[in-house]
């Protein structure tokens, strides 16, 4: 079964809104990786939080890390054209198993 | 450095027919797993291996194979190919660690009729 289920599925923007995505689990996880894929590519890593942390940057991308709620979030700030793609998260579980969510599928409109 | 290849590309089988995905990384990652995507789906675990001569199972190991007899290669093998196998097959490669990034290959999309 898979650990992070991203809310919502699919989300359309302008061009240079903000875009949040969402990820709940359900067990305790020790980090949360958000990953992107452009259609008909393979996975590239965005960016890593640690359970012991709360907020992280990198870039235009802002990531929550909530342990009490078992969620995490990701902010894309002045979304571009090239940020149009699937969005997942990964949690790890035990064992180095990383478990990923089914994605949100972000467009961004010109 | 290459980093993570993945070969072929593209395949088609016919139901029944046995084949190898090949998976190489020149990173010397010990960890290395295989996913599969199917349309509209995240990627769920086939097979992993946390070292050569170490492998364990994922979330759908049935009907596959592997094998780990060095660090740089992992390959996956379709016994007897199944419609129900018809995805994308993504292969990825980290070091040790719980804080490491994954690195992904460009996949294999593989039909099967």
């Known amino acids: 079964s898979q650990q992070g289920e991203e809310d919502p599925q699919a989300l359309s923007i302008q061009e240079g809104e903000n875009a949040t995505m969402n990820c709940s689990y359900k067990?305790?996880?020790?980090?949360l990786q958000w990953y992107r894929q452009n259609s008909g590519r393979g996975l590239v890593h965005l960016i890593l939080?640690?359970?012991?942390?709360r907020e992280k940057h990198s870039g235009r991308l802002r990531v929550t890390l909530d342990t009490s709620k078992k969620s995490s979030s990701l902010l894309i700030t002045a979304s571009r054209a090239a940020d149009t793609a699937s969005y997942f998260c990964?949690?790890?579980?035990?064992?180095?198993?990383?478990?990923f969510g089914q994605g949100t599928r972000l467009t961004i409109n010109p | 450095n290459a980093g993570v290849t993945q070969t072929p590309k593209f395949q088609v089988l016919k139901t029944g027919q046995s084949m190898t995905l090949q998976c190489a990384q020149d990173?010397?990652?010990?960890?290395m797993s295989w996913y599969r995507q199917d349309p509209g789906m995240g990627l769920r675990l086939i097979h992993y291996?946390?070292?050569?001569?170490?492998?364990d199972q994922g979330e759908v190991p049935n009907g596959y194979n592997v094998s780990r007899s060095t660090t740089e290669d992992f390959p996956l093998r379709l016994l007897s190919a199944a419609p129900s196998q018809t995805s994308v097959y993504f292969c990825a490669s980290r070091r040790s660690g719980d804080t490491d990034t994954q690195y992904f290959g460009p996949g294999t999309r593989l039909t099967v009729l």
């Open positions: 939080i640690r359970s012991n942390e």
């Open positions: 990173m010397n990652h010990e960890y």
């Open positions: 990964a949690t790890e579980e035990g064992a180095q198993k990383l478990v």
């Open positions: 291996s946390v070292g050569a001569g170490i492998t």
């Open positions: 067990t305790s996880i020790n980090n």
